[in-house]
Nanobody
């Protein structure tokens, strides 16, 4: 099992930026595909972005494309989510997730069911 701890959430104004970080335990972080999901108040959890094992491929939900950037540092066992031009509709609890057995080294799933381990989440509130 991989322990995931998110940090960096907070309350910001529309148009501001935030950077979330997910720190993972374990020695085989570089073999995991990683993703961020979010759950707005009263709604289901949705895919935000994912990154393949090496970081060569990234995937984004249409709603965040061009504003959010996912990156990873396999030496530090971290995956970051840089969020720019935040909107009130980005308000949610953001979760980091790890897929310990991705389909291929260059692939990361957009489906929550593919992910084995989840963090506790970090709250992001964007006010207008």
């Amino acid at each position: 099992q991989v322990q995931l701890v998110e940090s960096g959430g907070g309350k910001v104004q529309a148009g501001d930026s935030l950077r979330l970080t997910c720190a993972a335990s374990g020695r085989t972080f570089s073999s995991y595909a990683m993703a961020w999901f979010r759950q707005p108040p009263g709604k289901a959890r949705d895919f935000v972005t994912a990154i393949s094992r090496s970081g060569s491929n990234t995937y984004y939900a249409d709603s965040v494309k061009g504003r959010f950037t996912i990156s990873r540092d396999n030496a530090k066992n971290t995956v970051d989510l840089q969020m720019n031009s935040l909107k009130p509709e980005d308000t949610a609890v953001y979760y980091c997730a790890a897929d310990r057995t991705p389909f291929s080294p260059s692939y990361a799933s957009k489906f929550g069911s593919a992910y084995d381990d989840w963090g506790q989440g970090t709250q992001v509130i964007v006010s207008s």
